[in-house]
């Protein structure tokens, strides 16, 4: 399974950003996709996810001024993240929540992108 994401860099405050992932090689529909963010030094946080069924999570952080797309056949997801400030800048990850089958049994994976830096600073 690949994750594939696009977009990122650098924007000042106050900026828009729209990050892109593109899954593949998985053997169907991720059960949901969205994006984490790690800052240096700290956890790696949930922004935003959305499943297959439609729940649809921000964080609080995110609410307002993020907004998670989705297209569920094409396993692609994307973010647009508004209203950017320099406590956004992170690395961060596309997700996708789905399986591997090994030996005829389901495992539940979480599948991770490579990262794409984002740097909100004037």
């Known amino acids: 399974v690949r994750l594939v994401e696009s977009g990122g860099g650098l924007v000042q405050p106050g900026g828009t950003v729209t990050l892109s992932c593109a899954g593949s090689?998985?053997?169907?529909?991720?059960?949901?996709m969205g994006w984490f963010r790690q800052a240096p030094g700290q956890p790696r946080d949930l922004v935003a996810s959305?499943?297959?069924?439609?729940?649809?999570y921000y964080a609080p952080f995110a609410e307002g001024r993020f907004t998670l797309s989705r297209d569920i056949a094409k396993n692609t997801v994307a973010i647009e993240m508004n209203d950017l400030r320099p406590e956004d800048t992170a690395v961060y990850y596309c997700?996708?929540?789905?399986?591997?089958?090994?030996?005829?049994?389901?495992?539940?994976?979480?599948?991770w992108g490579q990262g794409t830096q984002v740097t909100v600073s004037s």
């Open positions: 997700a996708a929540w789905g399986y591997s089958m090994t030996d005829g049994k389901r495992y539940e994976r979480l599948f």
């Open positions: 090689g998985h053997p169907a529909t991720f059960d949901a």
């Open positions: 959305l499943t297959t069924s439609e729940t649809l």
